[in-house]
Structure formats: structure tokens, C-alpha cells
């Protein structure tokens, strides 16, 4: 039964133990909501434990761009391209790509831009919020975001992304060659000519611990992780039920933030939404005695991160538009290897430890849906960040519990709510 607490707050099931679902257990647990954390799996050991493992707060510029609808017979003929559509999901993939499309139309994209401003500009005091509830601070570095550039074409291509952050304020500094390398002296001079820097975007090298330093905090306030599949998320009399593989629970209310598995239950509960999964790929070179790179150097021309993660420099790509059910194709990501290694020549010689895919829980706006369901007052939404889960997790924990505690909105959440679709 969903019962409520000393203190007079409810109980509260969160579908997903991702970033997402870690950062607002904490969030609830510590207002003193009672939270049942459900996933099948370990906690965080999903999509949220193998990203490049940016805060990025700057990241006003959404996937889908102007000229995108040219980008696309190329997501099926070219594959190292910036985005790979498998033929055998195109038919399943039409309803999102046409929203994508539609996405990148100029005034789409200053609307979304605008949106996404408030929760990346507050995405770094949120985590540092969490990270004092969970002794987490360390985890999160303050180094920055660094794009470099090998070409003036290449530069000149980031225009739009310029534009965007310098409209809404975003701090950020174009490089040259030498102050690139200031930055990252091991990386080679022949990748680059230029570079952009965004300072007050933060970095974190095991994302893993981070959600796990999140979950401990929330269960140190009473949160308990249920390690079983959610099957169903209904309406019930007296609060909302959850059934399980194995049991059937009441609770007061319910947050769903399984990532890229949300859809089904937003779905269950009467409410349309647009999500797919845009699948990501990493390739992990073996620690080497010395720190090769102090921060994720983005090389958009060639689509790829390369990270200085806890275990080792990390290799990061792929949009790989292809569905849940399909198996990983790791041959784009193995391709970039030869591109680490000229980058960054330290690299030669080191073996290859890791292979790894995540799915991305994308909506075609790249705005993520936060917020209460239209159908049924006590269950919420907090899914669909694709490529800044990381970066947003903690501000959508912060929004999360605010609404669900009915407290006046920090900023405008409309733009958020899943009933745009
Ligand atoms: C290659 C790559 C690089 C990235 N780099 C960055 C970056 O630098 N910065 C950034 O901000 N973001 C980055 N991202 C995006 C980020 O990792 C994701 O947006 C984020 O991890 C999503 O978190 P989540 O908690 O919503 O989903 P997930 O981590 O996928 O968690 C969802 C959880 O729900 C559980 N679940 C699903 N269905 C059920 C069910 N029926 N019952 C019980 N549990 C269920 C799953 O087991 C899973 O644990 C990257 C992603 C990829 C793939």
C-alpha cells in the first residue's frame, strides 16, 4: 500500500536506477519521500555507465539543425557519417525522423535552443547540489569542454552553434592552435588548427560512480532498489501500481525514467510520446601510466570524443539509429581507432579492453520530457535526455521534486511536457 510517513510524505517508485533515476531517488529521499527505486539490472550499469561523461553547459544547440533533411539519405549510404540508420529499421524510424526534420526548421531550432538554456545553465549547481548530499564532489571536475577543429571548413560549420551560445549567454572562447595546446599538450598539432572552449562545463571520469555515489545517498534517507522488471504502471484506487516480474505494489505516486524504455509506460498510462534510441558507441584503451588528456576533446569533424575516463582514455561515437532489440555493430566505432591513435599518437600500441553500446533515450527535439502526466496527476516523467543525460540528471531530479511537491516551477517547464508530441 502507499503509505505515507511520519513526516507526512508519500511513497514514490522510480522505473529506472539510470543517472536519472539515481538523481531524483536523492532528490525525493531527501525531501523525505519514501522511494522504491525499480530496475532489473544493477543500478547505473546501463547507458548512463559508458558515456564521455560531460556536464555540458553549454549545450544549447540541438541534434537536429537546418539542411538536417539533406543529412539523412546519408545516415543509410555512408557508414562513418555523423548519423547511421540501419535499412532494416527505417520503416520503424519514419515517425521520428519526420519530427527530426521538422525539429531542424530555423524557428524550431531558437525554440528548442531557448529551452534547453535554463536546464543546461542550472545542470551544474544541480549536480553540485546531489554531489554535497552524496560527499560526490570530486567526482565532478571543473575542466571544461574543448572542440577542436582540423580545418577551417570544419570550423566555419560550427556557426550555428556559436550563434546559439552566444544568443543565450553561454560562456565560451575560440582558440588558436597555441592555446589548444596549452589545454592538451599531448595531443597531436597536426588535429588541429583551432579549438572552442566552453570553461564552465564540468567532467566526470566514472559516471558509474557518480550514479552509485547518488543512489547510496538517496538510500541512506530510506530508498531501496528493487531489482525487478516493471511490466506495468496503472492507475489503481488509492495511489498507482506497479507490477513486476514478480509482485504487484501500490504506491502514491510514480516516476518514470527508464531512459530509452519509458515510451511503454508513458504509453500504459494514456500518454503519446515520440522516443527512440539513438545508440552510442565507446571503445576503451588500457590505462596508461600517465594521464593522457585532462578533459573530453570533441572532434566534430570526424564525430568523436575522446575522454579520459577513470580506466582509461575512452573513444566516443555513434548515432546509430537501429531500435532496442538489435545487436551492437561495432565496425563504425573500430574504424575511428586509427583516428585516436594519430590524434593522440600516445595511443599506438595500447590494446583495446573495452567494446560498448548504450542507448540513448532520444526524442526528435532533443528536449527531454519532464513533468507531470497530463492523464494522471501522480505520475511523472523524467526521460528522453539523449545526448546529455549526464549533464541534465540532477536540474530533472531538482524539477522532479519540486513538482512533485507542488512547488512554483524555478523556470518555465512547458516546453518539457510530453503532451507536445
Ligand atoms: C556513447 C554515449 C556518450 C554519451 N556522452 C554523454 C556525455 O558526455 N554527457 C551527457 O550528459 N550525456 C551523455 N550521453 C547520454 C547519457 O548517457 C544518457 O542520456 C543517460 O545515461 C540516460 O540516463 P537515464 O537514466 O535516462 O537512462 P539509463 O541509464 O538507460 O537508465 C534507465 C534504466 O531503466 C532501466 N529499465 C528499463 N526498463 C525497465 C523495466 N521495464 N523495469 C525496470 N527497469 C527498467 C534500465 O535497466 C536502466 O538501468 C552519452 C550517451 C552515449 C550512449
Known sequence: MGTKDGNGRGT??????????????LALASEGYLVTVFDHGEV?????????????TGAVTPTATPGVIRSIPSYMLDPNGAAVLRPAYLFQAIPWLVRFVEAGR???????????????SHAMEAHLTLADLSQARGLIQPVG????YGSEAGFSGNALERELMTRHGVNFSILNAGEVADLEPRLSKNAYTCGLFQPDSGFVNYPLALTHAYFEAARERRA????????????????????????????????VAAGAWSKRFATQIGDRVSLDTER?????????????LRRPVCFPENNCVLSPMHDGISLVSGDELAGLNAPPDYRRIRALAPFARTVLPELTGQTIQREWMGYRPSTPDSLPVIGRSP???NVYYAFGHGHLGLTLSAITAKLIAGIVSERPEPFDINPYRINRF
Not at 514514490?12 to 531517488?25: D, E, R, S
Not at 550499469?45 to 564521455?52: E, R, V
Not at 504502471?233 to 498507482?240: F, H, K, L, S
Not at 552510442?280 to 593522457?292: E, I, M
Open 12 to 25: 514514490v517508485a522510480v522505473v529506472g536506477a539510470g543517472v536519472v533515476g539515481a538523481a531524483t531517488a
Open 44 to 56: 547505473g550499469a546501463g547507458t548512463s555507465s559508458g558515456n564521455a561523461g560531460g556536464i555540458v
Open 106 to 120: 530555423p524557428k524550431r531550432v531558437s525554440s528548442i535552443a531557448k529551452a534547453l538554456q535554463p536546464l543546461v
Open 145 to 148: 569542454w574543448l572542440k577542436v
Open 224 to 255: 531501496q532498489h528493487v531489482q525487478e522488471s516493471v511490466l506495468e504502471v496503472r492507475p489503481a484506487q488509492g495511489g498507482i501500481s506497479i507490477r513486476t516480474d514478480r509482485t504487484m505494489r501500490l504506491f502514491d505516486s510514480v516516476v
Open 280 to 292: 552510442g558507441y565507446h571503445l576503451s584503451f588500457a590505462l596508461t601510466a600517465d594521464q593522457l
Open 375 to 377: 492523464r494522471c496527476r
